[in-house]
């Protein structure tokens, strides 16, 4: 080859790189319905399939039985399904957090919003847990002085709302302010910094609230409140929470 087709050569090319170039530089676009009535792939669905039966099968286990069916929406201030999810919070994270710093939980504060699904009367598996739960949040615990308890209890007697607590007892007179409050059954003193198990959205402000963002401490458990679950329905043969006094408004 001599050097003038050697150069034709290049200069192609370099010419077919410019216009690759060009033409890669307009992107288009289109939106594909993903819907029924598209058609599935034999090959890939018989290369899943294995998998999706595994997932189902270790999904589905069988791991507890409810007496009931549970909704966030069944009570006022308190759950039974909020007070559930709250000490099973308390109950599987303590011992971490023991484990790791040598002190305890006080109590235990999480969101209304975040009980995404019932617990439906019967048989309980990894399933319901990822139902209740299916977002990744995890437990963290904040060491919290004492101005912003009071700013949490504040929070929770204007909202009115049932947000899952454990080892926390609150009492609103007729009015609906604050009349008592109380942890493990001593009343709150303000001058001391508490031990609040919270999860990892409401720790940064999540559902305002702000009280959070005056942690002195935020220990990260890395423990999922779903894995959470999981693991208190294992070793819990029947479930049958109850709402109860923990969070209650004095009628006269």
Excluded at 53 to 72: F, G, H, P, Q, W
Excluded at 119 to 143: D, Y
Excluded at 150 to 168: M, Q, T, V
Excluded at 210 to 226: M, N, P, Q
């Amino acid at each position: 080859m001599n050097f003038k087709n050697l150069f034709l050569i290049l200069g192609l090319l370099l010419a077919m790189s410019c216009k690759t170039q060009k033409d890669v530089s307009k992107i288009e676009g289109k939106n594909i319905n993903i819907n029924d009535s598209l058609q599935s792939i034999t090959s890939i669905e018989n290369f899943i399939k294995p998998y999706r039966e595994n997932i189902n099968r270790d999904l589905d286990s069988i791991l507890a039985y409810s007496v009931d069916t549970y909704s966030k929406s069944d009570g006022h201030l308190n759950t039974a399904i909020g007070n559930l999810m709250a000490d099973v919070i308390y109950e599987e994270a303590d011992p971490v957090f023991f484990k790791r710093t040598g002190a305890h939980i006080d109590f235990v504060l999480m969101n209304h919003g975040g009980i995404r699904s019932i617990i439906s009367k019967g048989p309980i598996s990894k399933r319901t847990a990822f139902e209740l739960m299916p977002f990744e949040n995890s437990i963290v615990v904040s060491k919290l002085p004492g101005a912003n308890v009071k700013e949490l209890l504040d929070y929770l007697a204007k909202a009115k709302r049932a947000h899952p607590i454990s080892k926390l007892k609150i009492v609103l007179d007729k009015d609906g302010y604050l009349a008592e409050s109380s942890v493990n059954q001593v009343p709150i003193d303000f001058n001391k910094t508490y031990y609040v198990a919270t999860n990892d959205y409401l720790i940064n402000g999540g559902d305002g609230m702000d009280f959070f963002k005056g942690s002195e401490a935020v220990y990260v458990l890395d423990y999922k409140i779903r894995n959470a679950l999981i693991d208190y329905f294992m070793k819990t043969d029947t479930i049958n929470p109850v709402a109860d006094d923990r969070f209650i408004q004095l009628t006269d």
